[in-house]
């Protein structure tokens, strides 16, 4: 594995790699954040990520070690959200994150030690009722957060992603989550457990959980920016 500058490391190099080599790069810390894929489908995912500072990114992707199609920002900044569509169920994409100061981070793990892969889900429809969940995000002062990324998830499933509107509420479908492993429609029943993480370049809100119940649309709370 190369970097632009010339950089090479092996095949078993890992995440404290890639932490303390960015350092040393960048003279501070591993620019990119919370990386994560969502809202996977039959030929639609979505790229999320934010950096330490501002950057106007591109993502490069492509099958079979291919990097031929590309997607790009036309501002610059700190919250980064891409939608790759137009793809193919059920086959394995590789990307790649272009910063646009020509370091391409081309590695085996990303910043959640996953490979830097994603597949589309093959063309499984189970009939479910469509349960929604949304919630709200404010800053240490109360006031609204608009844009926050919020992912959703419960054990087993790809993560949903949604970013907060105008009033800083964000909705999902939770009958939109995948099997991780099989690309299927999962149930959703009361009971469930569910996952939330709250990512802004204000600040993040991790680690917390919902207990379905009740009746769908189901209200998850409001989340504070830490």
Do not use: R
């Not at 996953?114 to 800053?139: A, C, E, M, W, Y």
């Amino acid at each position: 594995m190369k970097l632009d500058d010339g950089t090479i490391f092996g095949d078993d190099f890992q995440i404290n790699d890639y932490e303390s080599y960015f350092v040393n790069y960048f003279g501070n810390e591993n620019p990119i954040k919370y990386l994560k894929v969502s809202n996977y489908s039959i030929n639609n995912v979505t790229i999320s990520f934010l950096t330490t500072s501002d950057y106007n990114c591109s993502i490069l992707y492509g099958t079979e070690g291919n990097f031929d199609m590309n997607i790009s920002e036309s501002v610059a900044g700190k919250k980064h959200i891409f939608q790759i569509e137009n793809l193919t169920l059920e086959t394995t994409y590789n990307y790649k994150i272009d910063l646009g100061n020509s370091l391409i981070i081309d590695m085996d793990v990303d910043n959640q030690d996953s490979p830097f892969t994603f597949k589309t889900t093959p063309n499984i429809q189970n009939i479910v009722t469509p349960l929604t969940l949304g919630g709200k995000v404010i800053d240490g002062s109360g006031n609204i957060i608009e844009n926050s990324i919020a992912y959703i998830w419960k054990n087993g499933t790809y993560p949903l992603m949604a970013q907060t509107n105008s009033n800083g509420i964000f909705f999902v479908v939770l009958s939109n989550f995948k099997d991780s492993t099989t690309g299927a429609q999962v149930s959703i029943n009361n009971g469930d457990e569910i996952f939330i993480d709250i990512i802004d370049i204000n600040g993040v809100n991790l680690g917390n959980k919902y207990i379905l119940s009740g009746s769908s649309p189901y209200e998850a709370g409001i989340y504070e920016l830490k």
